[in-house]
């Protein structure tokens, strides 16, 4: 055991974030107020056009120069003591890329190292003209769940 989970696979998480865990928080916000003025730009570079969406955001939502750090680093909890949860706790696991490359659920089927979320995946054999149906393995096919033709595999 490593001090990172215990035995039943939960995680132990800290009470407070690390110094590179709020800088990395810091600048994902930077990187979201980027994005919103660059959009915002090119707008106004075509033609003075604007969308309501952006003209909203920038009413509604502080710059993250702005922002408390209580606002920045916890979210709104209505369970917690003081209504208030670290970000840290609040992504579940399932939502991580390792985790999520660890699951194998029927709705992820693997294909070629891809994970297709929603799809059956069908091996579709080859003719051959000559009959050597050995020569060619066949194609795969994806076909989504929402057809009523498919069953499970």
Known sequence: MDGIADRDGCRKIPWRLSSM???RQRKR???VDKVVDTVSMALQN???MTAKAVDRWYQEMPREEEMLPK???TIFDRKEKRYRKGIHKSVSDSTHLASRSRLRRPDY???DGLFLPGFW?????LDDAEGDSQSRSGTAVAIPFSHSICTKL
Do not use: E, F, R
Not at 121 to 125: A, E, K, S, T, W
């Open 21 to 23: 865990q709020k800088a």
């Open 29 to 31: 916000l930077k990187l």
């Open 46 to 48: 075509n033609g003075g």
């Open 71 to 73: 606002d920045k680093y």
């Open 109 to 111: 089927i693997h294909m």
């Open 121 to 125: 995946i069908l091996q579709v054999p």
